[in-house]
């Protein structure tokens, strides 16, 4: 580990150190990054979907999957949030869910945009 912070790296919501602390290694790290590229390339816009067709249990689907992984990727902040929203998606008025949604998905967009960036800097 570098010892610099993620953020003096330029990152919000991607914590490398703190993946290769979970993970190993930078390779293993390099090798997981595909899968949650593709994740967020998939589910963010399906769960944005679902939300304005009032379909929150299939957004809660994909909001459970996309906040298993985020813990070994991510800086807290942003795994706190995904928890809160994925839990209110569990009970909440689609109303409800779809505004506390609308403020994660701009950031779900910027992590993706970080690990894009990440594996293009390290391959």
């Known amino acids: 580990m ?5 953020s003096d790296q330029g990152w919000v919501y991607l914590d490398p150190d703190r993946a290769i602390s979970q993970v190993g290694d930078a ?6 990054l595909p ?4 994740l967020l390339a998939r589910d963010v816009p399906q769960i944005a979907g679902f939300l ?3 379909n929150v249990p299939a957004a809660n689907a994909l909001l459970h999957s996309v906040k298993g992984c985020m813990p070994i990727f991510c800086v807290p902040s942003i795994c706190e949030e995904i928890t809160r929203v994925e839990y209110m ?3 909440g008025a689609s109303q ?3 505004a506390a949604y609308a403020l994660l ?6 992590l993706q945009g970080e690990v894009d960036a990440y594996v293009i800097r390290n391959t």
């Open 2 to 6: 570098s010892g610099i912070s993620a």
């Open 27 to 32: 390779q293993s790290l390099l090798a997981m």
């Open 35 to 38: 899968m949650l590229q593709e």
């Open 52 to 54: 304005a067709n009032d």
């Open 89 to 91: 998606s569990k009970t």
């Open 96 to 98: 409800e869910v779809g």
């Open 105 to 110: 998905d701009p950031k779900l967009r910027q």
